[in-house]
């Protein structure tokens, strides 16, 4: 019996949920650009203006500014295998699923992690992180500036005072911030950071950006034990992107034309133009909500623009909706993820996602589904809220 194996037939969807977000064609053109080598002397070019790029967005002027090839998770693993040796000590904020996997990749690390806790949809409070560094020497501070799984956006300022002054590296995840909110790298004083390619950024998912300054290339350089990943060790992948071209392993030479891309069209728009979408964009979001009658799960003040968490009503199954709105309306979303399970609903507004057209869409969309749900009368109340708010911008 013969085996057929069709064509890929792609469905067309609008991603709102946790990411990826919407790609490009301008990156999906760059994506299948010919593979050259990765030591030919264009692609080293297109490597240094990746560099460049990514530095912009950062907002830093580390020398040491790369993709690390692997998603997000890459980018936090690579991190703590590079900064941790056994042994050191690491207070990690937790508030949401990414806090706790950045304690999963400490103590595999062999690190000591002394957890600072808060629930799940509010920050970490600099006190608790104060109280944590009583202890004697500690490494590393670790927190998430963008919980994607609880809609929370992390005030760094008094936690980054904290930890410098206990002589300790500030280690912050921005993968659902970088490319949609603010990350100033340099003017906050952020040793070590990672992100991901396909929230905010709009590249589909594949590399980590990183950036480590010179505090944290001193420690990285100063390591007794060698770094216990062979992949992921940056001190050898440094001489890859750096002017040596010393082989490491063979870098994702598509991925980084189409990273390049993102990053171009970031460069084209402008960060705070960039930014002012983001939050634009999410307001009026909010705004149809509530007129639906839906409230949001984080306080006013500590939203994400990127990622939007809000309640579900009770007597709505959260399955059925989330399906309708995929195979009806072609919209994904994301559902609550541990105790938020079918409490909550996550709405990305991410980079090439994050656009008027997407806020009107989803909102006239889940309108009608919730009036099959029995739980709004009027179905168009959000859609009506939210071109309220778009066209008092218009007349500004
Ligand atoms: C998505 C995400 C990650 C993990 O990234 P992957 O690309 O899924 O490996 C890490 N941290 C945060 C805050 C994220 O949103």
Not at 109 to 115: A, D, F, K, N, R
Not at 160 to 187: C, M, P
Request: net charge negative; proline share 6%.
């Amino acid at each position: 019996m013969e085996k057929c194996f069709d064509d890929l037939d792609i469905p067309e969807r609008v991603l709102m949920g946790p990411g990826p977000s919407n790609v490009s064609p301008r990156v999906l053109r760059a994506l299948s650009a010919p593979c050259i080598g990765h030591l030919d002397p264009y692609f080293t070019r297109i490597m240094d203006e990746t560099q460049d790029l990514l530095r912009f967005v950062f907002q830093t002027q580390n020398r040491f500014t790369i993709p690390v090839s692997g998603t997000g998770s890459a980018g936090m693993e690579t991190c703590f295998a590079n900064l941790l040796q056994p042994g050191d000590r690491v207070v990690v904020g937790v508030n949401g699923v990414f806090g706790t996997r950045m304690v999963a990749n400490a103590r595999r690390l062999g690190g000591e992690v002394i957890p600072v806790e808060a629930s799940w949809g509010e920050p970490i409070s600099p006190k608790g992180v104060e109280e944590s560094l009583r202890r004697n020497s500690i490494k590393i501070v670790a927190i998430v500036h963008a919980e994607t799984s609880t809609g929370v956006l992390q005030p760094l300022e008094e936690i980054e005072n904290l930890a410098h002054k206990a002589g300790a590296l500030f280690l912050v995840d921005t993968v659902t911030s970088l490319g949609g909110i603010d990350v100033r790298v340099d003017d906050w004083g952020l040793d070590a950071v990672y992100s991901g390619t396909q929230k905010c950024l709009s590249c589909p998912p594949g590399l980590a950006p990183l950036t480590f300054n010179s505090r944290a290339m001193e420690v990285l350089e100063n390591r007794k034990h060698p770094v216990p990943s062979w992949y992921l060790d940056m001190g050898m992948v440094r001489k890859y992107w750096g002017a040596e071209r010393v082989y490491h392993h063979t870098a994702p030479v598509n991925m980084i034309y189409g990273l390049r891309e993102s990053l171009r069209i970031i460069y084209e728009e402008g960060l705070e133009a960039r930014f002012q979408r983001h939050i634009r964009n999410h307001l009026a979001l909010v705004a149809g909500l509530e007129a639906l009658g839906l409230p949001m799960h984080v306080r006013e003040g500590l939203r994400l623009p990127s990622l939007n968490t809000v309640r579900i009503p009770s007597g709505v199954d959260d399955v059925r909706v989330r399906r309708a709105l995929l195979q009806e309306f072609q919209i994904e979303i994301g559902g609550g993820l541990g105790d938020l399970k079918g409490k909550i609903w996550r709405i990305g507004l991410m980079g090439h996602s994050s656009t008027p057209g997407n806020v009107i869409l989803f909102l006239g969309a889940l309108g009608t589904l919730l009036k099959a749900e029995g739980t709004v009368t009027d179905p168009g109340a959000g859609v009506s809220a939210a071109t309220e708010r778009f066209a008092s911008w218009e007349s500004d």
